[in-house]
């Protein structure tokens, strides 16, 4: 059997992607609401809204960093519990709880490759295999080996 799983590199990197895109997108949207709501109510004295509205925000950037510090930390190690792990027969990905998902190699329909990695496709289930495993073109070719496919 062998493992493939994410490296160190790899996992910050994919975790510093996600956290850049996501996460102020959702401050936006909170701060967004907030304001929306101080709209609706319109009771308030301007100078109190201004201040209000400053206060938010400085919580807002305050709450975003502190919440990307701890996304890059805690989920760089929480992506590197997971592996993909293959025998002759097929392919599991194993996670902190034990083995996930499987699909034996004489059910895979198809191969394809897009842009979050390689998929995998049975008349029952899709299996997605990440690009940012260490050793990806190895299980490539290993997959494409055991089934005779051409990766499209």
């Known amino acids: 059997m062998k493992e493939y799983r994410y490296s160190d590199e790899k996992a910050l990197q994919l975790i510093q992607k996600i956290s850049r895109t996501t996460l102020p997108i959702i401050m936006i949207m909170i701060l967004g609401a907030l304001l929306l709501i101080d709209i609706y109510k319109g009771d308030t004295n301007p100078d109190e809204l201004f201040f209000t509205h400053t206060i938010m925000f400085f919580t807002l950037i305050i709450v ?3 919440v990307y510090k701890n996304a890059h930390k805690y989920g760089s190690r929480l992506m590197q519990q997971y592996y993909f792990s293959v025998s002759d027969t097929g392919i599991e990905k194993i996670g902190p709880k ?3 998902e499987s699909m034996n190699f004489a059910q895979i329909s ?3 490759i897009h842009k979050k990695g390689l998929l995998l496709e049975s008349s ?7 690009n ?3 050793g990806f073109d190895e299980l490539c070719n290993l997959i494409s080996e055991k089934r005779s496919f051409k990766i499209t």
């Open 132 to 134: 940012g495993l260490e």
């Open 124 to 130: 029952k289930s899709k299996l997605l295999l990440p």
């Open 110 to 112: 198809s191969i394809s």
């Open 98 to 100: 034990g083995k996930m």
């Open 64 to 66: 975003w960093i502190l």
